[in-house]
């Protein structure tokens, strides 16, 4: 609702709908009542809208998406029609954040005030959808249309400092906000409002709109990776240079365009389950859940480990307030691991952070933590030492994590005599930027060590998905099948320049070859030498060049890095890198290597589509999510999701790979190209249709369906 009351000459709206005061039908409507009273009100001169609590409108009530409520008049056009052309002056008084509808409402006003710590932006188009009451056409008006297309198509926030200089507040006030905008209402009582009207102004700089929407397409398609949102705003703004009624019809048109995209809902699928996830349970025992399992309070962590990773995650965990012991018993390796840590947190107030880091060579030092995270070299041996040494160290009651991207979290935790406060901890690279955190439960991960997990990764801004324990895990496991048909896709004609160029066309943000050379080419051989499908030399012995355990086999990642070439960090992998870049140059080398390589196993080259890369590529790396759902590995096909979207790079308005497949694709479609490919090879066990996603195409049954029960 709107509550009203009056100062003197003043009417004071105030939006009360916590927890954002969000635009719900109730709050449209009291608006345009207390408006409506304020003008019939002689005595009434102005009029100030602001938020009650928290924070000044954040936007559309998530809550009524989809719903009859969301449709209901007036709509928030109506609203900002009535505050444009109020002949009384409507002073906008903002704090927290104006977001979206709530930013155009203050755009619609013919004042703006902010406090210092206040927050506005336009995110609309990471829904898939543009500012659709009048935010493409007011913004251009003040800033320009390059500002415009800047912040629109980024969904940028900014600062109220900075949205002064550009002119969208006309001034940023201290003390008590609401005894602030009365009094600057009053003083701008009399004057004309029409040339307040942001409608009523011209775009600065109309005559060069083309010129720069053509600067900006380049920079923007890029950025999008196949995501309509984006363009379809700057179509948007590009109208603003037209009279507003005409732009504000353009606005609507492309506005229902997106809405009736398959992209809007797929993305506003990944906002909801963003937010969703926290809501977790166990894959295999749905009593055991966010509500019912209670966390341990951690307020010290251990991390083992200097490397990337453990700079990384001690880096998240400084950053989020708690006091880290971080043990490297390599003395060169710690004493880097500070200096990056410093230099990462100088911008952040660094002596302060540093203040809660201790630093040590020695394990006794862990012997008080609630927690530690392992995050040292991906062997299992190792992993067994370390854990060994601190189950001996910690007190009993500690946590003890590991940060192992696939390793049997069960075979850790034997050699410990805390099997239940076991749990792995996922952390993808950088650590301290990349916001995923896939928790691993293994056999006697007790709910309070898997609620602990899934609190710390709140705690310290990471997005959380708890799984099941199985070589790989969800996201690494997905990627084998990925990973293993581009390459069998080298053989049959395609180079790697050829596969990336497919995969990211389709939007993920590198193809498996590029995220191959990032990532480092030797992790996987290692993996591969260790599970003895290969070995430094080549091929085990009596082992067929093509074929290991009885599944179809392709070596050209091992003869790569038996020729020492790993990838970026050697200057040379599926691709070649000049000294001191990342740019990606194709290898007549890598070439000629896979033209001899087909020629002495008998492959001739043919001519493969972009669309056949993508589906031979991307479906069995779904399919393997239907297999992990059917295992009970996970508890919704959300959480298969938001590990793609969060960890993998996943385009986001395609809404993650299970989302795709059902609601973009269509899983009959999937299972019929699964058969048609795994006809045409036989021997790629991978193309074998999950019996999950067989089932659920003979029933017609959907994903969110399965909700959290397993077969197991």
């Not at 969208?168 to 040339?195: C, H, N, T, W």
């Not at 926290?278 to 019912?292: G, L, M, V």
């Not at 400084?318 to 710690?334: D, P």
Request: glycine share 10%; aromatic share 6%.
């Amino acid at each position: 609702m709107a509550e009203y009351s009056t100062y003197g000459s003043v009417a004071v709206l105030q939006v009360n709908n916590p927890p954002v005061n969000s635009f719900s039908y109730h709050v449209r409507q009291g608006l345009v009542d207390g408006l409506e009273k304020a003008q019939r009100d002689p005595t009434i001169r102005s009029i100030v809208v602001m938020g009650k609590g928290r924070t000044f409108p954040a936007g559309a009530d998530v809550r009524e998406f989809g719903t009859a409520s969301a449709g209901m008049m007036p709509d928030l056009l109506s609203v900002l029609a009535a505050v444009d052309t109020s002949p009384k002056p409507v002073v906008s008084a903002i704090h927290g954040t104006a977001l979206g509808g709530g930013f155009e409402l203050a755009l619609a006003s013919h004042y703006r005030l902010a406090v210092s710590s206040a927050r506005v932006g336009l995110p609309e188009v990471h829904l898939g959808v543009l500012p659709g009451a009048g935010g493409t056409q007011r913004l251009p008006r003040v800033v320009g249309v390059k500002t415009a297309i800047q912040m629109i198509t980024t969904g940028q926030h900014i600062k109220a400092q900075q949205a002064l200089s550009l002119g969208l507040v006309d001034k940023i006030v201290k003390g008590d906000l609401l005894k602030e905008a009365v009094s600057f209402a009053r003083s701008i009582e009399g004057r004309p409002v029409e040339v307040k009207r942001i409608s009523q102004k011209t775009v600065p700089d109309a005559d060069k709109v083309q010129e720069v929407v053509d600067a900006a397409r380049k920079t923007i398609v890029r950025r999008a990776r196949g995501a309509i949102a984006p363009m379809t705003c700057v179509q948007a703004i590009q109208a603003s240079v037209l009279p507003f009624d005409v732009g504000m019809q353009r606005e609507g048109e492309l506005m229902a365009f997106l809405m009736t995209s398959w992209q809007a809902p797929a993305q506003q699928y990944a906002f909801f389950s963003e937010r969703e996830i926290r809501r977790w349970s166990h894959p295999r025992d749905k009593r055991i859940n966010f509500k019912t399992a209670k966390p341990r309070v951690i307020k010290s962590v251990g991390v083992v480990g200097a490397g990337t990773m453990g700079v990384g995650i001690t880096i998240s965990l400084l950053q989020a307030g708690l006091k880290v012991v971080l043990l490297e018993v390599n003395k060169k390796q710690l004493d880097r691991g500070i200096t990056t840590i410093q230099k990462t947190l100088s911008q952040k107030s660094a002596s302060q952070k540093m203040s809660l880091l201790t630093t040590t060579m020695d394990y006794s030092a862990l012997s008080d933590v609630d927690m530690v995270i392992e995050a040292v070299f991906e062997s299992m041996r190792l992993k067994k030492e370390v854990f060994k040494k601190l189950d001996s160290i910690t007190k009993p009651q500690a946590i003890l994590a590991s940060n192992t991207s696939g390793l049997d979290i069960d075979k850790i935790a034997a050699v410990t005599k805390r099997p239940d406060k076991v749990v792995g901890t996922h952390f993808f690279a950088p650590a301290n930027i990349m916001r995923l955190l896939e928790n691993i439960l293994g056999k006697h991960t007790s709910a309070e060590t898997i609620a602990t997990a899934m609190q710390l990764g709140t705690t310290i801004g990471k997005v959380g998905v708890l799984v099941g324990n199985c070589p790989g895990f969800v996201g690494n496991r997905m990627l084998g099948p990925y990973v293993t048909e581009a390459v069998f896709l080298l053989e049959e004609g395609a180079d790697p320049e050829d596969v990336d160029k497919a995969i990211e066309e389709f939007g993920l943000a590198m193809g498996p070859f590029r995220m191959g050379d990032l990532s480092g080419l030797d992790i996987g051989w290692r993996g591969r030498i260790e599970k003895g499908l290969t070995t430094e030399q080549g091929p085990p012995p009596a082992t067929p060049p093509l074929y290991r355990r009885g599944n179809r086999y392709c070596p050209l990642a091992d003869m790569l890095c038996m020729q020492g070439r790993l990838g970026q960090k050697t200057g040379a992998g599926w691709y070649r890198y000049e000294p001191g870049s990342r740019a990606a140059l194709p290898d007549p080398v890598v070439h000629q290597m896979i033209r001899e390589y087909r020629q002495e196993h008998g492959f001739k080259k043919r001519t493969i589509s972009s669309q056949e890369i993508v589906e031979r590529c991307l479906y069995p790396l779904i399919n393997e999510g239907f297999h992990i759902l059917d295992e009970g590995i996970t508890a919704r096909s959300m959480d298969i999701d938001v590990t793609y979207l969060f960890g993998y790079g996943w385009p986001r308005h395609t809404g993650g790979p299970m989302y795709y497949a059902e609601k973009v694709v269509g899983l009959e479609k999937i299972l019929r190209s699964l058969e048609t490919y795994q006809a045409q090879y036989p021997d790629h066990h991978y193309l074998q249709p999950s019996p999950l996603l067989r089932e659920m195409v003979a029933k017609g049954t959907s994903l969110a369906a399965l909700g959290t029960d397993s077969k197991l």
